[in-house]
């Protein structure tokens, strides 16, 4: 099966932007039963209109920043920060002076944190002669943060 090359970007996106929304260029990138994944270019005085929707969202901004709203709540959100609205819950972004590119995915229904790790099961009692061998778990403690002082600034990665 051949490589496929999906494009975004400059030269890719609608210029009109997804419905309710001012400013904005878009591309979905993908789309399927599991969710969708798009980019959203904002110009200066962007915006989306405040919308719920039935899926979890995240809202991953890579360049720019701007503002966005969840529920009652406002706040700033630039470059390297993600915003997850959650479903069913009343959300917006828009720009002021700045521009701003994000992409968002889109998860197919509500989010799933209340279960996540958790797997429904049955147990069984081991009976005499049934029971084997039981080897000793192995592990490691996880390496300490990374000290700030430690981090190459130039590399563009957040301390």
Do not use: Q
């Amino acid at each position: 099966m051949p490589i496929e090359v999906l494009r975004f970007g400059v030269g890719h996106r609608r210029p009109d932007g997804p419905p309710g929304t001012r400013g904005i260029a878009g591309r979905v990138i993908h789309s399927d039963a599991r969710g969708v994944v798009s980019e959203l270019a904002f110009a200066r005085n962007a915006g989306m209109e405040p919308h719920s929707s039935p899926n979890t969202t995240y809202f991953i901004v890579i360049e720019g920043g701007g503002w966005v709203a969840v529920g009652g709540e406002r706040v700033r959100v630039a470059a390297g920060e993600a915003i997850v609205w959650s479903a069913g819950i009343d959300h917006a972004a828009w720009t002021e002076l700045s521009e701003m590119r994000a992409f968002v995915v889109e998860f197919s229904g509500p989010d799933d944190a209340a279960v996540r790790g958790v797997l429904d099961g049955m147990g069984r009692r081991v009976g005499p002669g049934e029971a084997g061998r039981v080897e000793r778990g192995e592990g490691r403690l996880v390496s300490p943060p990374r000290r700030p002082e430690d981090v190459d600034r130039s590399s563009g990665e957040p301390l």
